[in-house]
Structures are given as C-alpha cells and as structure tokens.
C-alpha cells in the first residue's frame, strides 16, 4: 500500500482524509506542523506527500521550498479554493499539483493515484529504451533523465511532460494533450497548470545557442520541443 504523508493541522480533516484513504488502500501517516513535515518527508519513508498551504509557524509553501532544495518526492498542495495565487506559487516551487479546500476524500484519492501512476510506470510501459534529442536523454522506465551529461532534476509532473514532448519532439504538442499525460486530467478552464510546469522545464533545460527557448510556445495550441 502507497504510504502517504499529510501534512495539515485540520484535525478534523485529517481525521476524515486518514478514513477514507485507509479504505481505499494507502497507509496515512500525518503530522501538523511544518517543520515535522520537512523532517518526515526527506526521511525516505513515503511515496507522496500531500501539504496544506496553511500551516502553523511555517507556511506550506516554505516547506515545500524546503523539501525541493534535497528531494524529488512528488507533493500534492492543499490550497483554498479560488486562491490562484497560492496554486502559482506552490507549482513554481515544484509542487506536482494541487487540489483546491473543501474537497472530498474521493477527489483527493484519484488525484494522488494519477500522480503516483506517472512516478511508478507499469513494467514494459511505452517501451523501455532511451529518450533523446540533442543534449536530454531521458529513460523512462527508471524516472531518470540527463541533460549535457549530468542528472536533470524533475519533479514526476515535470518528468511526464518533458517525456511527452520529447517523444513528440518537433510537433507541437496541445496542452490538452499535456495535462492528460502529466496530471492525469482533463485541461480545465483558466487552468495554469501545464502553463507553469513548463516554464520550470524551460528554466531547468536553459535556451539554445541562438536564445530561444528549448520549449516553443505553439500559439493557439501548446508547446513543441525544438528538435537540435
């Protein structure tokens, strides 16, 4: 069973998100303040951490800020609803997605299989071989990717997008088509999402000796890795 890490100080939130998930086959483990949080989620111990943005001491964006500078561990945010602000930050600071208060346990538990589907891909899924094109190869059954021969650091959300626009490397690539890949869901009205997960791509992977950036903007469409 997925041992999942809420971090959230609504006891009695947790108290109902720690039921249903119990039944629907995740263990919970939850704590309620920041730092803990920090602590418990570079501890190795979880598949995937779900973090509220309001937290006692210290907010949920520093702590996702602090679990990002030393680990990869995919992170759902908690934000208030119709809070763009905080969803904007929290996915610039790596977040993988986020899931809007009040939601219910049902809505939270597909949004963390759709996450943990990306980070743990079926054996033989989509072929086991190497990605690449120019400096970035990327070997999806391992999550792993390297670009001018060092280790890229991806969140899974970012991992999934850059795998699909790599294997579609030279078209444009919808962002429909995008967020069905890497989040798991439909493209939702005024959604940012795949909008911010790709500039935090486009900042990791740098611009080409001309300027331009690694990942076009198609518009009216999506984006396009340029084929070197």
Request: aromatic share 4%; hydrophobic share 40%; net charge neutral.
């Amino acid at each position: 069973m997925p041992n999942i890490l809420l971090i959230d100080d609504d006891r009695d939130l947790v108290a109902l998100l720690r039921d249903y998930l119990s039944r629907d086959g995740f263990t919970v483990t939850a704590v309620g303040d920041g730092a803990e949080g920090v602590a418990e989620a570079l501890s190795g111990r979880y598949a995937m951490a779900v973090l509220d943005v309001m937290l006692p001491h210290m907010n949920g964006l520093e702590v996702l800020r602090r679990i990002r500078h030393e680990s990869t561990l995919p992170v759902l945010m908690l934000t208030a609803r119709g809070d763009d602000a905080d969803c904007v930050a929290g996915l610039e600071l790596g977040a993988d997605d986020y899931v809007a208060k009040p939601c219910t346990p049902r809505t939270l538990a597909a949004r963390l299989r759709a996450v943990l589907r990306r980070t743990t891909p079926a054996a033989g899924e989509r072929g086991g071989g190497p990605l690449s094109c120019g400096a970035l190869r990327m070997w999806p059954q391992e999550r792993r990717a390297q670009f001018e021969g060092r280790p890229l650091s991806l969140t899974s959300t970012e991992f999934s997008l850059l795998e699909l626009l790599l294997r579609e490397a030279g078209r444009p690539v919808t962002k429909g088509e995008l967020s069905e890949h890497a989040l798991g869901r439909p493209l939702g009205k005024h959604d940012r999402s795949v909008d911010v997960h790709v500039s935090n791509v486009r900042r990791k992977l740098g611009t080409l000796a001309d300027g331009r950036s690694r990942v076009q903007t198609v518009n009216r469409v999506g984006y396009q890795l340029i084929r070197e």
